[in-house]
């Protein structure tokens, strides 16, 4: 497919290049006059420029790479489409028995310079005898009816003749694009603008770099009024959708080989929008094709006219540009007119010989110039490549057939309405002064819209066009999407991305940011001094996400959810607590049980010898006391275990305090009898009557009931309740018991504290009491091992969380629960299962008598 393409190409370029081949012949194509014209009764001047003869800047040679000319005849014939919209507009008029019947127009044709010298010159010409070579102003000497003025394509040159014919309220219709300078009323009150006011082009053309992605784009701009204006409607709308500006280019509509430096950073973006009219682009155009400058996006609000000189190189600089035209009615008449056009049925056009003779191997004769008949017998200007002359209607070319029926509508009003008044004899041409004709041109409102239907549109639609020129030269255009500003937000722009051929260098949709993307899990974080659009990536804080790319902000997960590893999904926290499926809590399970199991066992023992010496020497009564009290705190672990309900959190607080209350009063008392047993033994003590109304057995319920005072208190005020804890655990929510008043959980174990104290006190007292009686010993043992778990507990439990904080407070649970059933019940069970020797009433006796002659000597 390619080689096809390049042999088209290549075919085309030698038919240029044979078609220049011999200097006299070349001096027929370059003797060319700047106007034509065409009779009728109404005469319609049209100033378009089609030719410009280069006399000051070198060009590059048409045939020889390399090698310049000094003065060089350039054609845009891309414009001569102007021509033949005019011509057919006054063919189509004059042919319609309904519309000026009596009444048939013409026009005078002038091209227009660069020069406001050359322009106005030309206008003076149109506007007194085109046949003198000196003007004579306010003087007609072929007394012809001259009805309206058609100019563009560009601003000023519109301004320039429109300066002129103001002075004659001469009606001035403009086709080139709209400009607020030329809608002052003031100063221009017979000129009308025939293109809408396109207020939503820059909000489609930013539209467009949003949908791309592409935030940092550059701006050429013409250096004029209008580049300002346009600059900060651009300026407005990035702003709004978060596009930055790389850089802004103003160039001068005169172009010379001092701008350079427009060219300096043009590598900082792949994106740049160029904005401008025909007229002001020409030299900006030329020189981007020239350069070579591929790899770039160019968006653009005007179709580049391509050179119509074929050059030495296959790539086009021009090639995947986007291009925004206003969507209008295309004429296909118009086009079908074109195809019928010949140099032999408009004799008087200028132009058309040269196309002949350029592309369809006509001559010229060497006695007049005039185009010889020996030419192809298919030419047709419909075969002609795109890039010379596009058969696709222009916005321009539509303007122009807009602005003649305007012009013809308003008079054959005007021709009625004096018809009315001044009935005309038969044949004769109805006399007017142009001025005239500015009544009935009235419904082309200040805004440039014309409305023969009264309908105002501020907001165009807009066709997007993508430049297919691979190998340059092709010039096709295809349509990829649309812009409406009328429509929904969300239904504005509308793109066929895979039609798309992008510009050479890039395979799939060019990237143009000044700072790579934030991958999600990151947010942006802009550098000082630098555009919103530069910027550096950090990643989200903890606990908090991103999950698309380039946000300002990171999103934070909520309390019941946490965010991955990559920071861009938040998943469901799971509930934890201390289970029975827990590993940790089936073990505490198993040993709370297994210690319960033994102190059963124990019981057992005590019941099964309480006839015996040792049993009955350490209070029977206080003894089951302690094991019973002892299993229930054992058992109240296991209300720490498993999910927390409101039930249980009461519970396991409540049992705690007061099993341990009772066990630790159980402890006391035992070691207040120990006491008393041993001072009993001394005739005459005043506390014998102590042991025989039982009173330390009294401290068990008075100290239980002071607990459970306590414990009455705490549930009325502040209870337990089930609380949740987020934080503790990455990725878990942790259900546990909260204790509700920090104050009263301490006093509840402050107390259990202070019990074991007093207890160990009183222990501490009988510490020389006989064998006999030393349970005293591990009494006070076991109520320093309880005191030195709950105080470590304190720190432990402060500074610990979740399942942790629960574990430690099972673990002290049972920690304590097993000193008070090892030191105080080991020894005895030892006694009782392992040595049977020791009781019996002998060895006690023995042992007792031993232990008080030590006690004497000492």
Not at 156 to 180: N, R
Not at 260 to 289: P, Q
Request: with cysteine.
């Amino acid at each position: 497919m390619f080689c096809c393409i390049f042999t088209f190409w290549f075919l085309e370029f030698l038919k240029f290049v044979s078609a220049l081949k011999t200097t006299n012949v070349s001096l027929c194509f370059y003797k060319i006059a700047d106007d034509f014209h065409h009779d009728g009764d109404v005469m319609i001047g049209a100033f378009f420029h089609i030719h410009t003869y280069y006399t000051e800047y070198k060009i590059p040679h048409p045939l020889y790479p390399y090698q310049y000319m000094d003065n060089y005849l350039q054609y845009n014939f891309k414009n001569y489409q102007y021509v033949l919209a005019l011509v057919f507009a006054i063919e189509e008029i004059n042919g319609n028995p309904n519309l000026l019947p009596n009444i048939s127009l013409g026009y005078d044709f002038y091209n227009v310079r660069f020069t406001e010298k050359d322009t106005l010159k030309n206008v003076c010409f149109w506007l007194t005898d085109q046949g003198h070579e000196n003007v004579f102003p306010n003087y007609n000497c072929d007394k012809r009816n001259f009805i309206a003025a058609l100019t563009g394509t560009s601003w000023t040159t519109s301004a320039q003749i429109g300066t002129l014919l103001q002075l004659f309220k001469f009606p001035q219709l403009s086709f080139g694009p709209y400009d607020p300078t030329l809608s002052d009323r003031g100063q221009y009150s017979s000129l009308y603008q025939m293109s809408p006011m396109h207020k939503s082009i820059t909000l489609g053309i930013v539209s467009l770099m949003v949908h791309f992605r592409w935030s940092w784009v550059g701006l050429i701009l013409p250096d004029d009024h209008k580049g300002n204006v346009i600059l900060s409607e651009f300026r407005e709308n990035m702003e709004r959708k978060g596009v930055c500006i790389a850089f802004v280019k103003m160039f001068p509509v005169t172009w010379t080989s001092t701008f350079n430096k427009l060219w300096e950073n043009m590598d900082e973006t792949n994106v740049i929008i160029i904005y401008g009219d025909i007229d002001s682009l020409i030299g900006l155009m030329r020189n981007i094709g020239q350069r070579l400058l591929t790899g770039k996006v160019w968006v653009m609000n005007i179709e580049p006219h391509i050179t119509n000189y074929a050059d030495y190189f296959m790539l086009d600089s021009f090639h995947g540009s986007l291009i925004f035209t206003h969507r209008y009615r295309e004429s296909f008449q118009l086009t079908k007119f074109i195809q019928t056009v010949t140099p032999y049925k408009y004799p008087e056009d200028i132009y058309l010989p040269k196309l002949w003779y350029l592309f369809f191997k006509c001559s010229f004769s060497h006695i007049d110039c005039q185009l010889m008949t020996n030419c192809q017998t298919n030419a047709s200007l419909d075969v002609l490549p795109s890039h010379i002359l596009d058969m696709s209607i222009s916005e321009e070319s539509n303007n122009i057939y807009s602005a003649v029926y305007a012009v013809a509508h308003s008079l054959h009003q005007m021709s009625l309405q004096e018809e009315l008044i001044h009935p005309h004899e038969n044949g004769k041409v109805m006399s007017f002064s142009p001025w005239q004709l500015n009544i009935f041109l009235k419904d082309i409102d200040e805004r440039g819209n014309m409305t023969l239907g009264g309908i105002q549109k501020l907001n165009a639609d807009y066709d997007i066009l993508n430049l297919w020129n691979l190998p340059k030269g092709l010039g096709q255009k295809v349509k990829i999407g649309y812009f409406s500003a009328n429509a929904p937000k969300d239904q504005q722009l509308s793109l066929s991305e895979k039609m798309i051929q992008w510009a050479e260098g890039f395979s799939e949709i060019p990237q143009s940011v000044c700072s790579e993307s934030c991958v999600p899990g990151f947010r942006k974080v802009t550098m000082e001094g630098k555009a919103v659009c530069c910027y550096s990536c950090t990643p989200c804080a903890d606990n908090e996400i991103s999950n698309e790319t380039d946000v300002d902000q990171c999103v934070k997960c909520p309390e019941s959810h946490y965010a991955n590893a990559e920071k861009n999904h938040c998943f469901q926290k799971t509930v934890s607590f201390l289970d029975y499926d827990d590993p940790l809590g089936r073990t505490l399970a198993s040993i709370a049980l297994s210690l319960s199991a033994l102190t059963a066992f124990v019981t057992g023992v005590f019941v099964k010898n309480r006839d015996t010496p040792i049993v009955k020497a350490n209070n029977l009564g206080l003894s089951y006391t302690l094991l019973i009290t002892l299993t229930f705190c054992l058992l109240c672990s296991l209300t720490f275990i498993g999910q927390p309900n409101s039930a249980s959190c009461i519970l396991q607080q409540i049992i705690f305090g007061v099993a341990f209350a009772m066990a630790l009063a159980t402890v006391l008392a035992k070691a207040i009898t120990v006491v008393i047993a041993f001072k009993v033994t001394f005739p005459g003590r005043m506390v014998r009557w102590l042991m025989t109304s039982r009173a330390p057995n009294y401290v068990i319920p008075i100290c239980t009931l002071i607990q459970l005072l306590l414990c009455g208190l705490w549930m009325a005020t502040s209870p337990p309740f089930i609380d949740q804890d987020f934080q503790a655990e990455h990725g878990h929510i942790l259900l546990f018991c909260n204790k509700g008043s920090s104050v009263a959980f301490h006093c509840v174990l402050g107390y259990l504290c202070s019990l074991a104290l007093g207890g160990y006190s009183m222990a501490f007292l009988s510490r020389n009491l006989p064998d006999t009686f030393n349970e005293s010993k591990f009494l006070s043992f076991s109520l320093l091992v309880f005191f030195c778990v709950w105080v470590t507990f304190l720190p432990v439990y402060h500074s610990t969380k979740g399942k942790v904080m629960v574990v430690m407070e099972v673990f002290s649970i049972l920690a304590s629960s097993a000193a008070l059933l090892g030191f105080i019940f080991a020894p005895k069970c030892y006694i009782i299962l392992l040595r049977p020797d020791k009781n019996t009433s002998h060895h006690i006796r023995l042992k007792t008598h031993s232990q008080s002659n030590k006690s004497l000597k000492f």
